[in-house]
């Protein structure tokens, strides 16, 4: 019997709380509701269980406890899914939720649980209902959450006076983690284009809009009549499954597992920026199995290694990188061109390494760069020629004087 099992039995054997769920039960005016139980008063339990292994989209439906890579990114102990449906999407104390989607692994199962809120004198309950589903030491996964599920929440619980148990667990939102894999790539990193586009998930005709959840809810307090929130339920629990099946792609990208050398590169940039140089350059090398990406990486490496003060390792990058750009199938990272590394290689060359005349040689191809390209640099291009000429001048200043000999840089 799991955690949440044993909690309801509880529940169910306590004679107050029994009597207190039968009086809602009896005196609610609620109707088409699903199939579920009231476990506190005004407070309805849906659950709804997805085979560990079942295909969700694209992919099998894993395990998400087992996501072992997700500890460096703050996962610990149980993983805890959780998405809210509000009275509103500005936040704001007028706003509360009035169903929050619970997903977790019990055996070999996703279990999702769906709390409803008969109305918002209840919300009290609401909210204990939820502390009590939420294991203590958990790790929170939600998309966006930082910014309003969770935020809400707290309001809510400081307008109730009541306590948040999970205040102070792990917490991980993975729109950030989707964001830095896929910004620019997908037209927008909103869970339901995620779901099309990286998942492969397809919802039917059921599903009901975000926009239009709200309205619905205004609806049924109004009639008491919850069969319209059908869809409702039906957009919460996927919203619940979809999150976890991309939290085990995101996990599965970061260890490796993906053929799509921009996922690579861009789990590489994740390890980065949580000061994981090998776990970042283990998948950079492997993203430059594509050739289309070898610049992106090498780009990556040489600003590393420059910032690491690893100069002879960035001047050894930025030159294969600009070998590699005579391939028409790469590309550069958005804000690098040539002009830029070849500037950086200039700096390099003079103050690290003392060559005035391998930095003159950089210098003039990067002057014929921007004049071959000064219709696409356009009213920058002057600008750009002119600081460009003046680092010429110094450095033909400074070669004068050590009488060291211009090379050939050429493009």
């Given amino acids: ?35 579920g139980r009231w476990v506190r008063d005004g407070v309805y339990l849906m659950e709804f269980s997805h085979r560990i292994g079942e295909r969700h989209g694209s992919d099998p439906l894993l395990s998400p406890n087992d996501m072992n890579v997700m ?65 203590p030491g958990a790790c929170l996964v939600t998309y966006n959450g930082a910014t309003f599920d969770l935020p809400l929440l707290r309001t809510r619980h400081t307008m109730s006076r009541i306590e948040p148990a999970w205040e102070g667990q792990p917490h991980i939102d993975l729109l950030h983690h989707t964001r830095r ?43 008491g009549d919850a069969s319209p929130l059908k869809g409702v339920f039906y957009h919460n629990e996927l919203d619940i499954v979809s999150l976890a099946a991309l939290y085990c792609r995101v996990a599965r990208i970061l260890d490796g597992d993906s053929e799509n050398w921009r ?25 430059c199995r594509d050739p289309a990406s070898r610049a992106e990486v090498l780009v990556r490496r040489a600003y590393i290694a420059k910032k690491s003060r690893d100069y002879a390792a ?16 790469v590309r550069l990272p958005h804000g690098i061109t040539i002009l830029s590394i ?8 003079e103050h690290k390494f003392r060559r ?43 070669i004068s004087r050590t009488g060291a000999r211009e090379p050939d840089y050429g493009n």
């Fill in 1 to 35: 019997m799991g955690r949440f099992d044993r909690f309801f039995e509880g529940f169910e054997k306590s004679p107050e709380a029994a009597e207190r769920r039968n009086e809602g039960r009896k005196h609610s005016p609620v109707s088409g509701l699903p199939n």
């Fill in 314 to 329: 960035a001047r050894e990058h930025f030159l294969e990188t600009l070998t590699s750009l005579k391939e028409r199938t």
């Fill in 263 to 287: 996922e690579l590169l861009r789990a590489g940039d994740l390890w980065q920026s949580r000061g994981k140089r090998d776990q970042a350059d283990r998948l950079w090398k492997m993203a």
């Fill in 71 to 135: 500890r460096a990114f703050g996962a610990t102990g149980e993983t805890v899914f959780l998405d809210l449906e509000t009275t509103g999407l500005a936040g704001g104390t007028g706003t509360y939720a009035f169903l929050c989607g619970i997903g977790v692994v019990s055996g070999n199962e996703f279990k999702v649980m769906e709390f409803f809120l008969e109305g918002p004198a209840r919300e009290a309950g609401f909210l204990d209902a939820l502390n009590s589903a939420i294991s």
């Fill in 356 to 398: 005035p005349d391998a930095a003159l040689g950089h210098a003039e191809a990067a002057l014929n760069w921007i004049k071959e390209n000064r219709s696409l640099l356009g009213h920058d291009a002057a600008t750009m020629y002119k600081a460009m000429m003046r680092r010429r001048e110094r450095l033909m200043r400074k």
């Fill in 181 to 223: 894999l896929y910004r620019g790539y997908l037209e927008s990193c909103s869970l339901g284009s995620v779901e099309k586009h990286v998942l492969g998930v397809r919802r039917s005709g059921e599903d009901i809009p975000g926009y239009l959840i709200p309205a619905l809810y205004s609806q049924y307090l109004r009639s």
């Fill in 342 to 349: 070849r500037e950086e290689l200039a700096k390099l060359e």
